[in-house]
T-cell receptor, first 111, second 115 residues
Framework: GDSVTQMEGPVTLSEEAFLTINCTYTATGYPSLFWYVQYPGEGLQLLLKATKADDKGSNKGFEATYRKETTSFHLEKGSVQVSDSAVYFCALSKGAQKLVFGQGTRLTINP | DAGVIQSPRHEVTEMGQEVTLRCKPISGHDYLFWYRQTMMRGLELLIYFNNNVPIDDSGMPEDRFSAKMPNASFSTLKIQPSEPRDSAVYFC?????????????FGEGSWLTVV
């Protein structure tokens, strides 16, 4: 079946560091790809998405490019802030719109 | 606009008791999802509805779990009888009709502890 694999956490960085969180997927056809973020004690919020190959999603300084040749959707940010500390989930959906999530990556940014 | 509204936000109950979680999706959305989040298993889709009809309940763990959507603005997830291993955060989510790749919007979750 369809699946998503994320880099294992936790990830700890200093403020202003460069961030990459790796995400790869296994799916037949052409899924849409998403990054969701979960702040402590809250629900999931959409961070960005891409619906076809080579699309780049971006929001709040975060970016991810849909790479069909490598089945990847890595999340990047050039300069992280303490407020970016959260759990990040990569996910895919096909057709019926239900999301298949990766296991989540906990990110902590130290001042 | 109001987002997905869930209640209760927190519930502590004793093993064997019935638990009912409630959800009001975003108006105009015709997909509704129930997810469960635990440390061990991450985020799992339990069931989803389209136009109030259950489409896929393959994620419902066992017969103790049931979900209903009597109308477009309300859904319940019931656990009877509850067990300690049901302790988790239960998220309701909704998404609008139509296109491939629509965003799914999540509520803030119902944090359930069964003791």
């Amino acid at each position: 079946g369809d699946s998503v694999t994320q880099m294992e956490g936790p990830v700890t960085l200093s403020e202003e560091a460069f961030l990459t969180i790796n995400c790869t997927y296994t799916a037949t056809g052409y899924p849409s790809l998403f990054w969701y973020v979960q702040y402590p004690g809250e629900g999931l919020q959409l961070l960005l998405k891409a619906t076809k190959a080579d699309d780049k999603g971006s929001n709040k300084g975060f970016e991810a490019t849909y790479r069909k040749e490598t089945t990847s959707f890595h999340l990047e940010k050039g300069s992280v802030q303490v407020s970016d500390s959260a759990v990040y989930f990569c996910a895919l959906s096909k057709g019926a719109q239900k999301l298949v999530f990766g296991q989540g990556t906990r990110l902590t940014i130290n001042p | 606009d109001a987002g997905v509204i869930q209640s209760p936000r927190h519930e502590v109950t004793e093993m064997g008791q019935e638990v009912t979680l409630r959800c009001k999706p975003i108006s105009g959305h015709d997909y509704l999802f129930w997810y469960r989040q635990t440390m061990m298993r991450g985020l799992e889709l339990l069931i989803y509805f389209n136009n109030n009809v259950p489409i896929d309940d393959s994620g419902m763990p066992e017969d103790r779990f049931s979900a209903k959507m009597p109308n477009a603005s309300f859904s319940t997830l019931k656990i009877q009888p509850s067990e300690p291993r049901d302790s988790a955060v239960y998220f309701c989510a909704s998404s609008p009709p139509g296109q491939w790749g629509n965003t799914i919007y999540f509520g803030e979750g119902s944090w359930l502890t069964v003791v």
